[in-house]
């Protein structure tokens, strides 16, 4: 049933409607006339159109293009009049720093000896100067904030120099002089390299207690490939609103962390970026006191396909993985799946994603529950790539929440099953492999995991989806690997290998019994036994490198096959 009220709220609607609409016709026919006769070089019809829809709707870039369509006409007045259209608009919008864009245009350059070019242009830089300004005091003030929490920085206030390794292990443990923190956001700087930075967002809680521990949860943009650039700070608009809407409504009490990546330096590929996220996070641990096992990750596209490679790849300083839209794989090397067995996964997926086909999902989910893996897939029926987007995602968001308000690392797990291609990445947990032997035959347990792709999803027009035939393998396996499966109990650990030339074992209080020897059996045989004590040199190393807490190390078993 249709109420009255309704009836004529839709007729308005309606009349409105018709009455504009012959006129956005018309706009839009003006536009392609003028890119027709652009592409004809008929540069004065197509100045012309341009300037006919102008008349109708300012646009940047339909001003620029009469600008250099008049230019090509070798019209100096209307080129003037367009470019200073084409200024006027980009002051209306806020968009300054174009003045580069006008002076590198070649086909501007009749006008560089013209008296009102040279106005236009110094008008131009000087607003952008003022902008700049502006904007460089903004950097200042933030930093200004950075640099007053860093002087309380966790690891420039903790002292060892008169302690043992006993008294520095209890005084880590219990260190709780973390700053007050009264903003809401945190803009900070992070050094990609000797020479280049970027900036990222810390979200805090309502009604912050530097005396209480809290939950960590980095979202990981995607779109890596398009980003080229490097920020000097991180505006909370960009990354609070918008797709990202739900995280802000739910967290809660959960410290959200924003990081920025751009095609050279991302958690995806290459993998020069990788080390970005345990970076940050070492860098938040500082300053705000974070709960070390209650670290998670998520992300959406490319950052859905980080988090996925980061429990792949690092799971060591994270408790859990979120992704929405992710394609599982590991861009540069293999992906070792049973990896997942230290740590969990919670897939978001659409059945009309092009990023990765439903099909493939559930072969995935099928896979996992074979092997045993804590992983979940909520599928939402309907929806393309860009999920979030919409206000259906919002249980997904919800659910993803509740998840993790459950969820806590466990670094003394008392199994691990470990694999990988590269050692930079051989470690998870208390089990680090140090050296690969890929020249032996593997043993038989270590097995590649795959599974087969016979559908695929494109975009057509109008972003349309469109399921194709295809034969693709789940995972690549790029290179040889090693494996590992290890377990403790009672001071006794049993290790077996494949193609691995040597590991560590590293040991924590909270695993074994200091006071009586441990064991190490490797394949079968054992390898030592032998009292180990807190070495004060091994745990301050560690800890130094991730501030993390809770994950300590006190020393370490080496062993050489």
Request: proline share 4%; with cysteine.
């Amino acid at each position: 049933m249709i109420f009255a009220w309704e009836s004529k709220l839709t007729m308005k609607k309606l009349i409105i409607l018709l009455l504009f609409m012959p006129q956005y016709l018309i706009a839009q026919n003006y536009i392609a006339k003028g890119d027709s006769c652009f592409k004809a070089k008929d540069y004065v019809c197509a100045g012309t159109n341009y300037d006919r829809y102008l008349k109708t709707d300012d646009s940047n870039g339909i001003a620029y293009l009469s600008a250099l369509s008049w230019s090509l006409a070798s019209d100096k007045a209307k080129a003037l009049e367009a470019i200073r259209t084409y200024v006027k608009f980009n002051y209306s919008n806020g968009v300054f720093v174009f003045s580069k864009r006008l002076l590198k245009d070649k086909n501007f350059d009749f006008l560089e000896s013209d008296p009102q070019w040279k106005t236009i242009i110094a008008g131009v830089q000087a607003k952008e100067q003022e902008i700049m300004q502006k904007q460089q005091k903004k950097v200042d003030s933030v930093l200004a904030i950075q640099h007053r929490l860093e002087r309380d920085a966790m690891l420039t206030k903790l002292n060892f120099n008169h302690d043992n390794a006993e008294a520095a292990y209890q005084k880590i443990k219990h260190y709780n002089g973390y700053p007050a923190i009264r903003e809401k956001y945190l803009s900070l700087q992070f050094q990609m390299t000797d020479s280049t930075h970027t900036a990222f967002l810390v979200v805090m809680p309502p009604d912050y207690n530097p005396k209480k521990s809290y939950a960590v949860l980095f979202f990981l943009h995607g779109a890596v490939s398009s980003n080229t650039g490097y920020l000097d700070m991180a505006e909370p608009g960009w990354d609070t609103g918008g797709w990202n809407r739900f995280y802000t409504k739910y967290a809660g009490e959960v410290i959200m962390v924003y990081p920025h990546g751009n095609k050279d330096y991302n958690w995806m590929y290459p993998d020069d970026g990788f080390f970005m996220v345990p970076a940050m996070l070492k860098q938040v641990k500082q300053i705000i006191h974070i709960d070390d096992d209650r670290v998670f990750i998520t992300g959406h596209s490319n950052g859905a396909t980080g988090s996925f490679s980061y429990l792949m790849k690092q799971p060591s300083p994270f408790a859990g993985f979120y992704g929405f839209n992710t394609r599982p794989g590991v861009e540069t090397g293999g992906t070792y799946i049973r990896n997942i067995l230290n740590r969990s996964y919670f897939n978001v997926s659409t059945d009309q994603d092009y990023y990765y086909p439903p099909g493939a999902n559930d072969s995935l989910a099928v896979l996992m529950k074979k092997i045993g893996a804590d992983y979940q897939d909520h599928r939402y029926h309907g929806f393309p790539h860009w999920f979030p987007k919409f206000d259906a995602s919002e249980p997904a968001h919800k659910l993803l929440f509740e998840d993790l308000a459950n969820r806590k690392r466990d670094p003394f797990h008392s199994t691990i099953y470990w694999e990988c291609d590269d050692v930079k990445y051989g470690r998870c947990d208390w089990l680090q492999i140090t050296a690969l032997d890929t020249t032996v035959k593997r043993a038989a347990w270590q097995k590649n995991i795959n599974f087969e792709i016979k559908k695929w999803i494109v975009l057509g027009k109008k972003d349309s989806s469109i399921t194709r035939d295809t034969l693709l393998h789940g995972f690549t396996y790029r290179k040889s690997s090693g494996a590992i499966k290890a377990a403790y109990k009672n001071n006794i650990f049993t290790v077996l290998t494949s193609d691995i030339k040597s590991f560590s074992i590293l040991l924590s209080p909270e695993m074994v019994d200091l006071r009586k020897p441990v064991t190490v059996m490797v394949n079968g045989r054992i390898y030592c036994k032998q009292k180990v004590s807190y070495n004060k040199e091994f745990l301050l190393t560690g800890f130094r490198n991730t501030a993390d807490r809770s994950a300590l190390w006190v020393n370490h078993i080496e062993v050489l096959l």
